[in-house]
């Protein structure tokens, strides 16, 4: 409460300072021509004149500082025409430095108004960028990330470097940075689109080339006028740490860098492709085994500083910064992101991700055959495992759980049928077959026999989906524990 009637008192005060600095430079031209009346004819008090557009351009806008300049002249011009003793040469002259005075400082409050929009549309577009990033990187048990961004202090404004992490079905992860060409709020929405985008996608558990495959196409409809490519780059990376495999595609962007566990770095060769919006590129995934313990570095171009040394020297530079493997992550990511030139007019991103893998003895695989007693075999299959890890209390669900899928795949798919149990933040189960119809959830009338399965699977897990596979598909569904 105190508080509150310490900010209202001071209210009355601040309106006072501020009304009093906008009437100060009409004061000041009072006071200038009451001074110009009463100084002797042939004194030079009368240039005191000249400090008042001064004045206004300090406090107002351009065209209240004209008005104020132009009055300044006026009142100068019209009290020296009557009392002056100076020759005409005299008059003019100090007329025209009056007059000079207006038109510097019209052209002050013009440098002053610019700035104050550049500065308000660069906290726009920082407060736009920092809405659409991450604000939290979400755990998972497949990397640990660190990440560093700090956006450009130029004049331009922020740019629209971006990145994310997004958790897949199986355990998976996403690893996205992206690049926007510009600065400002149209770079940073732009992004933003981009990265909303690219969630979209991945929730769909698409690979890595159709994903930025749908992305070129997003971009070059955001491309309004159709003249050139949007200049977003992309790279999509998708690890799997059940079987150790990373799959990654790029579209311009710069080449990751994997530091393994023995302290060797190297950069993969990726199929080289032109960046988002040029339409009708086709997308081609690289396919990598990581070793447990394995960093990742993904970055932005802004990193390298390319227009003052060359590519082979500037990721000479990230190798030797990732250094020693006995390094902790944020040691790593603060002596990757201190490579980043300090005079540097673009945005650096940097994120690192040391790789994890599931063991062994938390993964169990049936193959089934496609028959309908194989229900009842995974069932007791799955209620098996479970207690074996100690998760009793999961065997009911996960019963279900399973007995509608391999139901479902027995019916309405194909062999091969492969049932999937793996334990991790989340019980996972997953069923693949060699089918690609997609099951879909639907409310079942009273007088329908069937249709209840997936509702029931829906409402009893955290979340569920398809993905589809080379062979078929897989349809996943995550139990909390």
């Not at 070793?291 to 171009?301: P, S």
């Not at 690609?436 to 009893?460: I, K």
Request: hydrophobic fraction near 45%; charge should be negative.
């Amino acid at each position: 409460m105190e508080e509150q009637r310490a900010a209202a008192g001071s209210r009355p005060t601040t309106r006072a300072g501020a009304l009093l600095t906008r009437v100060l430079p009409s004061a000041a031209l009072l006071a200038a021509a009451g001074l110009l009346l009463a100084a002797p004819p042939d004194d030079h008090f009368g240039l005191l004149v000249a400090v008042v557009p001064f004045l206004a351009a300090a406090v107002h806008g351009v065209q209240a500082t004209a008005v104020i300049g132009a009055l300044s002249v006026a009142v100068f011009a019209a009290l020296r025409q009557w009392r002056t003793e100076d020759e005409p040469e005299v008059a003019v002259i100090k007329l025209a430095l009056v007059s000079a005075a207006a038109a510097v400082a019209v052209l002050i409050s013009q440098a002053r108004s610019r700035e104050q929009r550049l500065n308000r549309a660069r906290d726009i577009a920082l407060a736009l960028q920092e809405g659409l990033l991450p604000q939290a990187i979400p755990r998972s048990s497949a990397v640990d990330v660190c990440q560093r961004y700090v956006p450009t202090d130029a004049e331009a404004g922020v740019g629209g470097d971006w990145f994310d992490v997004i958790r897949l079905s199986g355990a998976r992860v996403a690893l996205v940075m992206g690049d926007v060409v510009g600065h400002g709020v149209r770079a940073a929405a732009t992004m933003g689109r981009l990265r909303t985008a690219v969630r979209t996608l991945a929730d769909l558990d698409l690979a890595p080339d159709e994903v930025l495959a749908r992305m070129d196409d997003l971009a070059e409809q955001l491309d309004e006028d159709g003249s050139h490519g949007l200049g977003a780059t992309c790279l999509y990376l998708v690890y799997d740490p059940v079987s150790g495999v990373c799959t990654l595609a790029s579209a311009g962007h710069t080449p990751p860098a994997l530091l393994r566990p023995d302290g060797t770095v190297d950069f993969p060769q990726l199929v080289e492709h032109p960046p988002l919006g040029m339409g009708g590129t086709p997308f081609t995934a690289t396919e990598l085994t990581l070793a447990e313990g394995t960093v990742i570095a993904l970055y932005t171009d802004g990193l390298l500083d390319l227009r003052h040394r060359t590519a082979d020297t500037a990721l000479a530079a990230v190798g030797r910064a990732l250094g020693p493997p006995g390094a902790s992550l944020q040691q790593l990511c603060d002596r990757v992101y201190a490579e980043a030139p300090a005079d540097s007019d673009d945005d650096v991103a940097v994120m690192l991700a040391r790789v994890k893998s599931v063991p062994g003895d938390r993964v169990a695989t049936w193959h089934l055959p496609a028959d309908p007693r194989s229900a009842g075999t995974a069932r007791s299959a799955a209620a098996e495992r479970l207690a074996a890890w100690g998760l009793e209390e999961a065997q009911f669900t996960t019963e279900l759980v399973v007995s509608e899928l391999v139901t479902n795949a027995v019916r309405h798919a194909t062999a091969p049928i492969t049932l999937r149990v793996i334990r991790d933040d989340t019980l996972i189960c997953e069923v693949s077959d060699g089918s690609s119809n997609a099951p879909h959830m639907r409310l079942a009338r009273l007088t329908d026999e069937g249709g209840r399965g997936l509702y029931l699977v829906g409402r009893l897990a955290e979340r569920w989906g398809t993905r589809y596979t080379g062979t078929g598909k897989t349809i996943w569904v995550e139990q909390s524990l």
